[in-house]
């Protein structure tokens, strides 16, 4: 069971090395202790969201059940075949991460498997399942069990995972719509989107980036320069689209460079080291 289970916890990393350069070098950049839980998590999470973003050819629907079906079996039986579902439910279960956080993840991917005009509660719902919870799962982990220190960051981990989620809405703009027909922000219209609508977004997400701060300073030290690293990131991207007009955001999709990853993975190490962060 072992082997297996170190398998497992390969195959959730080798899916978060492929799809993602930002977040596997803030795994890294984690207490080892924390490097397989934190794949297995990311590995649960894109599998979910490949399906209703990328499967266009098949029953997006029925893929998503039986993804669901065979997630909550797995955390029921403490075993599945399935590589990346045997390894997040040997996390969910050593840590305790509550079910309802699953639930509404599993729901906001189902959110996008329908049309909807996103009013602000829709909005709010679908960030809390598709992006707060995430956040959540993680803190779980880094916290190990002392829920009086989880209860205390639950809340900047809620702002942390918004943030990152509005951005990635803002950067998205384009393909959102063209290749999914969404739109996610309340009271958007994309054919009349403008700098006065975007600068409105830019203030709620910088409120997000500043309440989560905060518990990014009060988290285990061996979590703390993995999640900063994220919010440096993070933080980079947003100013890097604040600096643009809506039209370019609708025109092309905003990247920051591998080059400047790894600078700002330098500066968060230099500031982790001299007690800055």
């Known amino acids: 069971m072992d082997l297996f289970k170190d398998t497992c916890l390969k195959c959730s990393k080798l899916i978060t090395e492929a799809y993602s350069t930002s977040f596997t070098l803030g795994i890294k950049t984690l207490h080892r202790k924390f490097h397989a839980p934190i794949y297995a998590i ?31 079996e797995a955390i029921e ?10 390894a997040f439910q040997c996390v969910v279960n050593e840590y305790k991460i509550d079910r309802a956080y ?6 906001s991917m189902a959110m996008d498997l329908d049309d909807h ?3 602000p509660a829709l909005y709010k719902e679908y960030i809390y399942g598709s992006a707060e919870v995430v ?30 989620q509005k951005v990635n809405f803002l950067r998205d703009m384009q393909s959102d719509f063209k290749d999914r027909g969404r ?18 977004i830019e203030t709620d997400i910088a409120q997000d980036f500043k309440d989560a701060y905060v518990g990014i300073l009060a988290l285990p030290r061996s979590a703390r320069m993995g999640v900063y690293l994220a ?16 039209t370019h955001i609708l025109n092309e999709r905003v990247r920051v460079p ?20």
């Open 42 to 72: 990311y590995g649960f999470v894109r599998c979910a969201d490949e399906i209703v973003d990328t499967f266009h050819e098949h029953d997006k629907r029925k893929l998503l059940d039986e993804f669901s079906r065979q997630t909550y």
């Open 183 to 200: 739109v996610y922000f309340p009271a958007v219209d994309i054919r009349t989107f403008n700098n006065a609508s975007k600068e409105e």
């Open 102 to 107: 699953i639930e509404a993840f599993l729901k």
């Open 117 to 119: 005009v996103y009013d």
């Open 135 to 164: 956040g959540l799962m993680c803190l779980k982990v880094f916290c190990q069990g002392d829920e009086e220190q989880f209860e205390r960051l639950k809340k900047p981990a809620c702002s942390l995972g918004a943030a990152f």
């Open 258 to 277: 591998d080059n400047t990853k790894f600078a700002l993975l330098l500066g968060s190490y230099v500031r982790y080291q001299l007690n800055a962060i």
């Open 231 to 246: 919010y440096v990131y993070y933080q980079k991207l947003f100013r890097k689209i604040k600096g643009l007009p809506a």
């Open 77 to 86: 039986q403490g075993i599945s075949l399935n590589p990346v579902l045997h």
